[in-house]
């Protein structure tokens, strides 16, 4: 087995695709949340909504890091690189993400400043070695999979005593996105958005494991499958859902057993405990502000922390006017509900989050699916 | 006095090779003289060059003529499978014969920057000489710049071609019609991953090779068979995906692709799966994309598997009639997919 194609057979899909249109009831709409970017680019990089009935909805969901990083958290690396000189190494994706006055690293970088784009955070260790007269920060973003990587480096920073050194922290947390969401007026009050059933992140509970979505499962009474980035995956774990809607069933089911387990990786969780600490609240792009959904460098380790080496400040920062990835992010519109989506927002020149990563709902929808017609959720619903 | 005269002439011979290159090299004095006596003369060695003029004359039959210029910034300067020096042959000859047209001359001009190595300038205007003969276009002009460290990328290199149209050829990039087939030479992405296996942060192991390679012949071969063909056009930088679009935007139509239907290596696929890189993006330097009448596409097929270069050719698709000019793609799963342009740089994924 090479993990390359085994799970995109479309004997198996067109297998799937019908267990699917037998056991989905056509009485009901099933609206199924994929949590992370990686299932919506799988959804569309493949095109799995062809193979599904039409009562069968994936709603997107927020779990693009590149998408929920506020505004203002990238004006703060805007600043480490321009007004502090620093050597700011960032994933790529971040690159072109849109900060105040329509502003990026992109284009801080070709103004002069030193932002460079890594594949791993090791490369900021080799930068920072080979610099020692600079500052190089890291701009760390991402969900529990990146984090522990960072722990790592963190630590391995402060064994060799590389005092040039810093990560800017904006590690988030799944869990407290996904109670965020169940809890929000749209879900909850106004039953405006119908999420029947949540796709549970794959390589996030390969860290955390698939114990910590019991409680909402339990809690807010929908069935949560954990799911694979391959198009099979989103398939299969959509007809465990649709299964369970129809049983009554409200669980944690596992379809990744390949890589997930109950308790996760136990070793990254220590390394992160070790290293990281709750924030008491976090803003996210299209949330706002939730508690307890992010992480902050622990005191021990203070020295390695670029928020309190420069005294970053975070203001408040607004979205683009008119820009509806707050919404999107949400599930409760879909990128063509945007008056912004395919005019002045593009891959080519992004307005909101959602259009700059590949994994963010609007871009999906712009590089693959806008041949397609579209519907909103609410019409979907009706 | 003879024995002095000898020993002046000697030393004018003797190969200034062994440093590197030197702000004095683009002065314009001895220096820069030795240096295109030593180095360019030597390897490129033809009769036009050896008229020692700013240009080259020749003559030429009435016709149709085709030119191009090609700019060649790449890192790294060396990968597996070729360098600066044969891509920079490679890629003008290619513009040239997507035009059908038979590749005459070349040019090259090099901006070189203070401090490189003049052994590593060798290897690759010796390799600029290798693929100039081994293609049969022989390099009649150039010129040499020296820019001041920190001021350029080691070498620059750009090259211009000449070519000359057969009769009653007439293929260009606006000629796509609804129902025509849609063919691939050959495998897709070797080249952009041969290359990026190689950058400084992202060294990963491969065994794949650039597949850059002089596409005169296949083309020739192709056009003796149908000379009817519509569009040739070959996918360098942004793949089958950015060059599928030129194509449907010039031509107004749409583009149906089979996922199924294209060649790639399974170890670019492997290679493409890790980075996070959607394949069709990735650049080739030796493959060209064919569109002809449907009637005509089978034996075409045959005629670019019987060549070297178009052993693994395959038919990937078909033109639509399309007010958007969207390509679109049936998947490997059974979806569809746009297949759009590409926005920005192939940043990889991080999650």
Redesign the interface.
């Known amino acids: 087995m ?4 085994e799970f ?3 004997d198996l ?2 297998g799937l ?1 019908s267990a699917i249109r037998r056991e989905a009831q056509s009485s009901r709409r099933y609206n199924i949340m994929e949590f ?3 299932h919506t ?1 799988a959804i ?8 599904m009935p039409e009562n069968v909805n994936y709603v997107h969901g927020p779990g693009c ?2 998408c929920v990083l506020p505004v203002g958290r990238i004006d703060n690396a805007l600043e480490l690189a321009e007004e502090h000189g620093v050597i700011l190494c960032s ?3 971040m ?2 993400v849109p900060a105040s006055k329509r502003r990026s690293l992109l284009k801080a970088k070709a103004g002069g400043a030193d932002v460079r ?3 791993s955070i090791d ?1 900021s260790l080799k930068i920072a070695r080979a610099n020692p007269d600079r500052e190089v920060v890291f701009f760390g ?3 529990e ?2 984090t522990p990587p960072t722990a790592v480096a963190i630590r391995k920073a402060q064994a060799e005593g590389l005092g040039n050194f810093s990560v800017f922290c904006n590690h988030v947390l799944t869990p407290a996105a996904i109670q965020h969401i169940l809890e929000s007026p749209e879900v909850r009050d106004i039953g405006s958005v119908s999420i029947d059933a949540f796709l549970g992140p794959s ?1 996030v509970s390969s860290i955390i494991g698939s114990q910590p979505y019991e409680f909402f499962a339990e809690e807010f009474q929908r069935p949560v499958v954990i799911a694979g980035f391959e ?1 099979l995956d989103v398939m299969q774990a959509a007809l465990m859902a649709i299964r369970q809607i129809n049983e009554n069933r409200c669980e944690v089911e596992n379809q990744y057993t390949r890589v997930v387990t109950r308790e996760g990786n136990l070793k990254a969780q220590e390394l992160v405990a070790n290293v990281f600490e709750l924030r008491p609240s976090f803003e996210w792009r299209g949330l706002g502000l939730v508690p307890y959904s992010a992480l902050r460098i622990k005191e021990a380790y203070a020295a390695f922390d670029a928020e309190r080496r420069f005294a970053i400040m975070t203001k408040p920062a607004r979205d683009a006017k008119s820009c509806e990835c707050p919404f999107i992010l949400r599930g409760v519109k879909k990128p063509t509900d945007c008056k912004l989506f395919g005019t002045v927002c ?3 020149s992004p307005i909101g989050s959602c259009m700059v ?3 963010g709902a609007c ?1 999906a929808y ?6 397609r017609p579209q519907s909103s959720p609410a019409e979907a619903a009706a | 006095m003879t024995s002095a005269v000898a020993r002046f002439a000697a030393r004018e011979t003797a190969l200034p090779l062994d440093g590197t290159v030197e702000m004095i090299h683009g002065s314009g004095g001895r220096a820069t003289a030795e240096l295109v006596r030593a180095l360019f003369h030597r390897h490129f060695d033809n009769a036009l060059l050896a008229q020692g003029n700013d240009q080259a004359a020749f003559d030429v039959q009435a016709g149709r003529m085709v030119m191009t210029t090609d700019a060649h910034v790449i890192s790294p300067l060396f990968f597996p499978g070729g360098d600066i020096g044969s891509l920079a042959v490679h890629g003008t000859i290619n513009d040239v014969a997507m035009a059908g047209a038979r590749p005459l001359y070349l040019s090259a001009a090099f901006i070189l920057e203070e401090g490189f190595p003049l052994a590593d300038l060798e290897r690759i205007v010796a390799s600029m000489a290798r693929a100039s003969r081994e293609a049969g276009v022989p390099i009649v002009t150039g010129d040499t710049k020296v820019v001041e460290k920190g001021k350029g990328d080691g070498v620059f290199i750009t090259t211009a071609g000449l070519g000359i149209v057969p009769r009653g050829v007439h293929i260009s990039g606006d000629r796509a019609a609804p129902g025509d087939a849609i063919l691939v030479s050959g495998t897709l992405g070797d080249h952009g991953v041969a290359v990026l296996s190689k950058r400084e ?2 060294t990963f192991e491969t065994e794949i090779l650039s597949d850059s390679a002089a596409l005169h012949g296949l083309v020739a071969d192709m056009i003796a068979a149908v000379p009817g063909i519509h569009c040739l056009r070959d996918p360098t930088r942004g793949g089958l995906a950015a060059t599928l679009n030129e194509i449907a935007q010039q031509s107004r139509v749409g583009m149906r692709l089979a996922e199924a239907a294209i060649p790639f290596k ?1 170890d670019v ?2 290679a493409c ?1 890790l980075l996070g890189l ?1 394949p069709l993006y990735i650049a080739n330097e030796g493959k060209l994309i064919a569109i002809c009448g449907k009637a005509h596409a089978e034996r075409l097929l045959g005629v670019m598997r019987e060549h070297p270069l178009g052993r693994d050719a395959a038919i990937v698709g078909e033109v639509a009639a399309d007010p ?1 000019a ?1 390509v ?1 793609m ?9 297949v ?2 590409l ?3 192939p ?5």
Request: include cysteine; charge should be negative; proline fraction near 6%.
């Open positions: 090479k993990y390359v194609d995109r057979d479309r899909a067109e695709a992370c970017g990686g680019h569309f990089r493949y095109g799995v909504q062809d193979l890091p590149v994933y790529g994706d690159l072109r784009m890594v594949y490369d973003i991402g969900f999979t990146t390589h198009p593009t891959p080519d990563s590949s994994e871009a712009w590089t693959y699916g806008r041949f | 942060n992202l399974p696929l492997a799966e959607d958007h969207f679109q049936q998947t490997r799963f059974g979806g569809s997919r746009m759009d342009w926005a920005g740089d940043l990889p994924r991080i999650c």
